[in-house]
Nanobody
Framework: QAQLVESGGGLVQPGGSLRLSCAAS??????????MKWYRQAPGKEREFVAF????????SYADSVKGRFTISRDNAKNTLYLQMNSLKPEDTAVYYC??????????WGQGTQVTVSS
């Protein structure tokens, strides 16, 4: 069964860092066929885009709110997507989801991992 599984979330103090991972398995196509995104959803808010990476990893883009603090990357040999989050703020608290898409069509979602930034 095709799945994306996020991990690496947790509780961190403001200014701290976390690295999220998203492991892909049994996708219809190889992991390297999909562009990938990270989204997040805070309590009471809609899901919002965080970061994007092309299928080869050659291109990335970020939401303005995380630009300069977060870095998206991928290891196609390990079928894994990453999100390095530095200088975390309380407003980064949310459930973080990874998403695989192809030609602009969303194909797979992970179940999410909770990130809480609090002192």
């Amino acid at each position: 069964q095709a799945q994306l599984v996020e991990s690496g979330g947790g509780l961190v103090q403001p200014g701290g860092s976390l690295r999220l991972s998203c492991a892909a398995s049994e996708l219809e196509l190889t992991f390297s066929s999909y562009a990938m995104k990270w989204y997040r959803q805070a309590p009471g808010k809609e899901r919002e885009f965080v970061a994007f990476i092309t299928s080869t990893g050659s291109g990335t883009s970020y939401a303005d709110s995380v630009k300069g603090r977060f870095t998206i990357s991928r290891d196609n040999a390990k079928n894994t997507l990453y999100l390095q989050m530095n200088s975390l703020k309380p407003e980064d608290t949310a459930v973080y989801y990874c998403n695989a898409h192809r030609y602009g069509v969303s194909k797979y979602w992970g179940q999410g991992t909770q990130v809480t930034v609090s002192s």
